[in-house]
């Protein structure tokens, strides 16, 4: 068992990772890009490996988000159920990416379907943790009109992690849009509070607010690196880390 003080051990002991849904569709404009996501599957399990508890909450929006396709005969909340449908989907294309990596993996929906995959209880997300699976938390918060920015903070909530791991397409949070506006700077750290008083667009303001009343702290990072959950996961690499 590493140390903390040892370069390869985790900064974190129990961490929650959101990928989103355009993270597994690599260079497709939609659907799933399976190498992107075995790329992703070998970062989760090493993460893993350097010692920390893995949990993953999983987006939806390379098949479907509930605000894009409601409208006309559609919705809101039905179209949020599909969303919501979409999570599981990439869920489970996950689970068996992390399996083929070398690690036992559970996906738990926070909608019951249990002919597919186990429902969502906190105790039995607890317990697979602790037995060194990885966790692919479904169906995001399981209610319409939330993001599963939210579900992935409240999950990190009740499970107690020690942090968000906000896999991106950016390496962090800058001081103005780096893609309008070429002199913004990078954030190393910065406090919850600052971001909101900034303007700093970090999460979704139910999943920010959630995230600052909890006191959790918001690892964002570019997952575009190879390896760098893991090396967000060990505290290291290009990141901001956003925390009280
Ligand atoms: N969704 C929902 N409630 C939740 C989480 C997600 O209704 O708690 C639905 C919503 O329609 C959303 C879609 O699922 O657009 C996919 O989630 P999200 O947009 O957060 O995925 P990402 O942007 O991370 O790929």
Redesign the pocket.
């Known amino acids: 068992m590493s140390t903390p003080s040892e370069p390869n051990s985790p900064a974190y002991g129990r961490v929650l990772v959101?990928?989103?849904?355009?993270?597994?569709m690599g260079s497709e404009a939609f659907g799933l890009h399976w190498p992107t996501i075995e790329r992703i599957a070998r970062d989760l399990v090493e993460a893993k490996d350097s010692g920390a508890e893995i949990a993953v909450?999983?987006?939806?929006?390379?098949?479907?988000?509930?605000?894009?396709?409601?409208g006309e005969g559609l919705d809101?909340?039905t179209?949020?159920?599909?969303?919501?449908?979409?999570?599981v989907m990439?869920a489970l294309a996950l689970e068996k990416a992390v399996e083929h990596a070398g690690s036992p993996a559970r996906t738990l929906s926070?909608i019951p379907m249990p002919t597919i995959c186990e429902p969502y209880a906190r105790q039995t997300a607890a317990r697979h943790l602790s037995r060194g699976r990885i966790v692919l938390l479904a169906?995001?918060?399981?209610?319409?009109?939330?993001?599963?920015?939210?579900?992935a903070v409240?999950r990190a909530a009740e499970l107690e992690c020690n942090a968000v791991m906000k896999a991106t397409n950016v390496d962090g949070v800058y001081t103005a849009d780096p893609k309008l506006d070429p002199s913004a700077t990078r954030y190393d750290r910065l406090s919850h509070d600052e971001a909101l008083a900034k303007d700093l667009k970090v999460m979704?303001a139910a999943a920010f607010a959630l995230a600052r009343e909890a006191r959790l702290p918001i690892v964002v990072f570019s997952i575009r690196e190879p390896g760098a959950i893991a090396a967000a996961v060990r505290g290291q690499g290009r990141a901001t880390t956003v925390a009280p």
């Not at 959101?18 to 597994?24: C, F, I, P, T």
């Not at 179209?79 to 999570?87: I, S």
């Not at 169906?139 to 579900?151: A, V």
């Open positions: 959101k990928v989103s849904g355009e993270a597994l909450v999983v987006g939806g929006g390379n098949i479907l988000r509930g605000a894009s396709v409601a809101r909340a179209a949020d159920h599909m969303g919501m449908l979409a999570t990439n926070a169906g995001g918060t399981g209610n319409p009109y939330f993001t599963t920015d939210t579900g409240l979704d």
